[in-house]
């Protein structure tokens, strides 16, 4: 009987013949590999990457700290400090405004909408555009459904109530919330907990189900609300020093390619698929109220992004490119949205 090879296996041959020097790369991720998701999604890169290639380049996924800290992988991969980082555009509005538009917008498209306008509305042009001047090749690698949109001590029943919380809170979301009278300050994973705590911030948002039961807000923190307005899907990338990405001959940048489609796909579905177990735990297990923001609380926080997003793209040239573009795409699909999808 003839062997059946793995496309695994066939695509690793085109490396058996030694062409590109075997690699060692440190893969720097801002979130712990124990994390569902946003840190198993970056350990399944580093062995899709490490297997695709036959072992030609070995990838060691790095927890936070493990080479540097979580919020610092922008620069090291630029560097060349490590070869690749696994994090997502938002995390880096500090350097480029941009990139926050090629992570997550508030009332933005779900992940098919989104994907599409990466894919075949400009959106990769942009993220190849805006990070180049610092020395870094990104890939999108991954999305994930939407987020919940905050663990309360108490319970907020209208966004009034909002008013002078302190609260972890990330990318242009934080922005709205700011506009409503919250303090917000961006914290990696591992330190929103002890930060929750301590009384150091009154609430946070973090992720969607799955990955907040994983953190445990849940012991300090018992309001749950959705929808998860400013992220209703969210892209995360992987990084590569562009030298380095320069250096690959075409068919190793087709594989990390190739992995990465193969690692949307395989998110998105697992992160659909893992939400409603988790609710269930909060809610049985562990006595979590879940809230819905009201359709008037709603408006009143889009009304604020409307704001923060027209003061954005007058602040910012590369903003309001970027900006125009994804807006005009989504025009051009509301027709397909309306007509193609149920309510």
Request: aromatic residues 12%; charged residues 20%; contains cysteine.
């Given at each position: 009987m003839?062997?059946?090879?793995t496309?695994?296996?066939?695509?690793?041959?085109?490396?058996?013949?030694?062409?590109?020097?075997?690699?060692?790369?440190?893969?720097?991720?801002?979130?712990?590999?124990?994390?569902?998701q946003?840190g198993?999604?970056?350990?399944?890169?580093a062995?899709?990457?490490?297997r695709?290639?036959?072992?030609?380049?070995?990838?060691?996924?790095?927890?936070?700290?493990?080479?540097?800290?979580?919020?610092?992988v922008f620069?090291?991969?630029?560097?060349?400090?490590?070869?690749?980082?696994?994090?997502?555009?938002?995390?880096?509005?500090?350097?480029?405004?941009?990139?926050?538009?090629?992570?997550?917008?508030?009332?933005?498209?779900q992940?098919?909408?989104?994907?599409?306008?990466?894919?075949?509305?400009?959106?990769?042009?942009?993220?190849?555009?805006?990070?180049?001047?610092?020395?870094?090749?990104?890939?999108?690698?991954?999305?994930?459904?939407?987020e919940?949109?905050?663990?309360?001590?108490?319970?907020i029943n209208?966004?009034?109530?909002?008013?002078?919380?302190?609260?972890?809170?990330?990318?242009?979301?934080?922005?709205?919330?700011?506009?409503?009278?919250?303090?917000?300050?961006?914290?990696?994973?591992?330190?929103?907990?002890?930060?929750?705590?301590?009384?150091?911030?009154?609430?946070?948002?973090?992720?969607?189900?799955?990955?907040?039961?994983?953190?445990?807000?849940?012991?300090?923190?018992?309001?749950?609300?959705?929808?998860?307005?400013?992220?209703?899907?969210?892209?995360?990338?992987?990084?590569?020093?562009?030298?380095?990405?320069?250096?690959?001959?075409?068919?190793t940048?087709?594989?990390?390619?190739?992995?990465?489609?193969?690692?949307?796909?395989y998110?998105l579905?697992?992160g659909?698929?893992?939400?409603?177990?988790?609710?269930?735990?909060?809610?049985?297990?562990?006595?979590?109220?879940?809230?819905?923001w009201?359709?008037?609380?709603?408006?009143?926080?889009?009304?604020?992004?409307?704001e923060v997003?027209?003061?954005?793209?007058?602040?910012?040239?590369?903003?309001?490119?970027?900006?125009?573009?994804?807006?005009?795409?989504?025009?051009?699909?509301?027709?397909?949205?309306?007509i193609?999808?149920?309510?």
């Amino acid at each position: 009987m003839k062997k059946i090879l793995t496309t695994t296996a066939l695509v690793a041959g085109m490396f058996a013949g030694g062409a590109q020097a075997q690699q060692s790369w440190n893969l720097q991720s801002t979130y712990p590999g124990s994390l569902p998701q946003l840190g198993t999604l970056g350990q399944r890169i580093a062995d899709q990457i490490t297997r695709i290639t036959g072992g030609e380049i070995e990838v060691t996924f790095q927890n936070p700290g493990g080479v540097v800290p979580a919020l610092e992988v922008f620069d090291a991969v630029g560097s060349g400090a490590v070869e690749a980082g696994w994090s997502t555009p938002g995390y880096w509005a500090g350097r480029v405004p941009a990139l926050q538009l090629l992570a997550a917008v508030p009332f933005g498209p779900q992940a098919g909408e989104y994907l599409a306008w990466l894919k075949f509305g400009g959106g990769e042009e942009f993220l190849e555009e805006l990070y180049e001047p610092h020395n870094i090749k990104s890939i999108i690698c991954a999305v994930i459904a939407p987020e919940a949109s905050g663990w309360f001590r108490e319970e907020i029943n209208s966004v009034e109530d909002l008013r002078g919380l302190s609260m972890r809170f990330f990318g242009l979301g934080a922005k709205v919330m700011e506009r409503m009278g919250v303090s917000t300050q961006l914290l990696a994973g591992g330190d929103i907990f002890p930060a929750l705590e301590l009384g150091t911030i009154d609430a946070t948002e973090f992720s969607m189900p799955a990955i907040d039961l994983n953190l445990g807000f849940y012991q300090v923190a018992s309001y749950y609300y959705f929808p998860g307005w400013h992220q209703q899907s969210t892209f995360f990338d992987l990084m590569i020093n562009l030298d380095l990405w320069e250096e690959l001959d075409e068919d190793t940048q087709f594989a990390i390619e190739t992995v990465c489609d193969a690692n949307i796909a395989y998110g998105l579905a697992e992160g659909e698929a893992l939400q409603f177990d988790a609710l269930r735990e909060l809610e049985e297990e562990h006595g979590v109220n879940i809230r819905q923001w009201s359709d008037e609380d709603l408006a009143a926080l889009e009304a604020a992004w409307d704001e923060v997003a027209a003061e954005l793209v007058a602040e910012d040239e590369d903003f309001a490119r970027v900006y125009e573009s994804y807006s005009t795409f989504r025009q051009n699909y509301a027709r397909w949205r309306e007509i193609g999808y149920l309510d």
